[in-house]
């Protein structure tokens, strides 16, 4: 047997002691009452389906991360009494309210992340909101051009996979990268979430200058060893940036992705929307 502790709250007390902590008092007024449409939503649903248990939602992120009620959150009281009521349907049912931290610059779909394809309008789009938010997660690391110059832990994994393209050689010498390219993404187009990442090289192999195409699994070669990992779910978008010495590369991403990116609505409340 085990203790469970539930809370009975009215949803508009429990949204004031939702917002403070998914978004946050000082953000925008318009990107709260978007959140509080969106967790009210979420709520709604989540009571719909839970008749098989004795609890609607956790308090956590699992469901919707609820503190109670602080204080010093007028913003977010006001975006919940200002939408009071205010819920979003989808073919005469609640809508799949689904949001995440940040989404790197494009959503995700359930189908893409979950196998679920049964929410047609949550679906793979560009959101330049997202990725113009100084706040969305981003980790980089640069790489200069100059092969004598890249760092580790770069220069052993390059060292190591030219090695492995010429395994007959008594020598090799990294030079320069001339081209860095992220490519075959995990899942259809338009998606970005790519899988692999080339660097175009030039080589010196027992004196003789040669190129190569040096290919990594970002996830499964890359994201550690460069400390580029922002959770889990190993579902960061990764770019290249050209720079004047070199490449910058850049994974972006903080949670499923699917659905509204909460510093996309914070960023389209600072633009005015």
């Given at each position: 047997?085990?203790?469970?502790?539930?809370?009975?709250?009215?949803?508009?007390?429990?949204?004031?002691?939702?917002?403070?902590?998914e978004m946050g008092n000082s953000s925008p007024r318009?990107?709260?009452?978007?959140?509080?449409?969106?967790?009210?939503?979420y709520t709604m649903?989540?009571?719909?389906?839970?008749?098989?248990?004795?609890?609607?939602?956790?308090?956590?992120?699992?469901?919707q991360v609820y503190h109670g009620t602080p204080s010093g959150s007028a913003n977010c009281k006001a975006a919940v009494d200002a939408t009071?009521?205010?819920?979003?349907?989808?073919?005469?049912?609640?809508s799949a309210t689904f949001y995440t931290a940040t989404n790197g610059g494009q959503?995700?779909?359930?189908?893409?992340?979950?196998?679920?394809?049964s929410y047609s309008y949550l679906t793979v789009r560009d959101d330049p909101y997202d990725y113009a938010n100084p706040a969305s997660n981003v980790k980089t690391f640069?790489?200069?051009?100059?092969?004598?110059?890249i760092h580790e832990p770069l220069m052993t994994l390059l060292f190591n996979k030219a090695k492995a393209q010429y395994p007959l050689a008594g020598r090799i010498e990294l030079g320069n990268i001339t081209a860095m390219i992220p490519h075959t993404p995990k899942h259809a187009v338009p998606s970005r979430?790519?899988?692999?990442?080339?660097?175009?090289?030039?080589?010196?192999?027992?004196?003789?200058?040669?190129?190569?195409i040096l290919s990594f699994d970002i996830f499964a070669?890359?994201?550690?060893?460069?400390?580029?990992?922002?959770?889990?779910?190993k579902n960061e978008l990764w770019s290249v940036k050209k720079t004047a010495t070199g490449f910058t590369l850049e994974a972006r991403r903080f949670g499923h992705g699917i659905g509204m990116s909460q510093r996309g609505a914070m960023r389209m409340g600072d633009m005015g929307y």
């Open positions: 047997a085990s203790l469970q502790i539930i809370a009975n709250i009215f949803i508009e007390d429990y949204l004031y002691g939702v917002l403070p902590y318009e990107a709260l009452k978007a959140q509080a449409v969106t967790a009210r939503t649903r989540a009571m719909s389906a839970s008749q098989g248990r004795s609890y609607d939602v956790v308090d956590t992120t699992s469901d009071r009521g205010i819920v979003m349907r989808h073919g005469g049912q609640f959503t995700e779909s359930p189908g893409n992340a979950w196998g679920s394809a640069s790489v200069p051009s100059q092969g004598a110059l979430l790519y899988t692999k990442l080339d660097f175009y090289m030039l080589l010196k192999v027992d004196g003789q200058d040669s190129s190569a070669e890359l994201e550690a060893n460069l400390s580029m990992s922002i959770s889990t779910l």
